[in-house]
């Protein structure tokens, strides 16, 4: 059982790029280890869980009263731990920015998350759900993460072979140890959670870049007759084309993607295509199928409405929108709404992409 013995509140909306959300008992910055063992201590004293936050850009919090201590992780730094002439292994800490990341590598010529380019977030949250963008997936490039164990009570090296990586999702998202009970706290025989420290990088060396094979991107080549971009065309091209599509979430408050992109098995997704022959639909193995969420959204006519003061983005359905002072609330009832029309105009329960605590 677990239960507040402190008076302490924070303000917990500010920390979520959605900038919704109630309050959390405390929130504690962690740039070493020995601050990250200290912040464990002091829950197991306090005997409140601790829940691990990076930048916030994928985690939405309800206007509730959280009994919880965010761990939020900011310790950064990149290392080259070894190279040879085709690879070099590069750790990076895990509340080091991603994109500060991807533009270290491309300015070193370290090819493999060039496409990743722009993502918000940190190097710590990448493997969570193993981020992806233009058909690159982080785990291409994961070798291995270090994380503290609160099942075990000490740092762990992860292979990773072990870190169940999936579709935008990991052995990480899917345990349920999420709020973190301290280690003390873990019932013996029961899995604790992960609290990714560092993620070691294989990235290549010397290879040729390649065009990522989306329609944007090629058109974008195409348009001005580049054939063979270097890293950072590929980089900047990226980061133009977003800019078009998402909201900057420091100027419009948002969590990027809302919702999963819906896969199916080959024959639903015929189905569907033989009623909506403009759908687009992309293979991703021989019998299941992937199909745009945001253009399921958008062909419900839902570019654009709002309820209250969060909306549908109206240049990307995929994101949903914090046009100032929205709550938790509000979103819940438009998540809601988006979900319950797609159900019943296409038969298709969306799920969520982003992490609601
Ligand atoms: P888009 O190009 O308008 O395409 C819509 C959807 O169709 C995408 O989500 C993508 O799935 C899929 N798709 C398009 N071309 C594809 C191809 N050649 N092969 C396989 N799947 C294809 O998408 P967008 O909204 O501008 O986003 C571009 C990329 O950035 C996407 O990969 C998207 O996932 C990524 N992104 C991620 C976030 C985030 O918050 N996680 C936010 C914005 C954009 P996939 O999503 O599986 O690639």
Partial sequence: MWYIISNMSVDISKFSTMKVGGSVTDIR???????????????????????????????????????????KMENAGIS?????????????????????????????????????????????????????????????????????????????????ERCGFEYRNSVFKKNPGRFIPPPSRVPRGKVGGFIIW?????????SVPVIPKYKDIIEYFEEKNISAPNLNQIRETVLEIRARKLPDPSVIPSCGSFFKNPILTNEAADNLKFKYPEMPVFPVSRDRSKISAGWLIEKAG???YAENNIGVYEHNALVLINRGGGSFEDLDNLRNRIKEKILSAFGIMLEEEVNIV
């Fill in 80 to 160: 080259i731990e070894k190279s040879d002439r085709k690879n070099t292994l590069v750790r990076v800490g895990a509340g080091e920015r991603w994109d500060n990341f991807v533009k270290w590598s491309v300015e070193n010529n370290f090819s493999g998350i060039e496409a990743l380019s722009g993502i918000p977030g940190t190097v710590g949250a990448s493997p969570i759900q193993n981020i992806g963008a233009y058909g690159s997936e982080v785990k291409n490039t994961i070798a291995l993460i270090e994380a503290y164990d609160t099942t075990v009570d000490e740092f762990v090296n992860i292979p990773r």
């Fill in 29 to 71: 910055k962690i740039k070493d280890k020995a601050s990250l063992l200290q912040s464990i201590e002091s829950s197991a004293r306090l005997r409140v869980p601790f829940f691990v936050l990076g930048e916030g850009s994928n985690t939405i919090f309800r206007d509730i009263e959280h009994s919880l201590i965010v761990l």
């Fill in 198 to 206: 560092s993620v070691y990088f294989n990235l290549c060396r010397n």
């Fill in 302 to 304: 839902l570019k654009g």
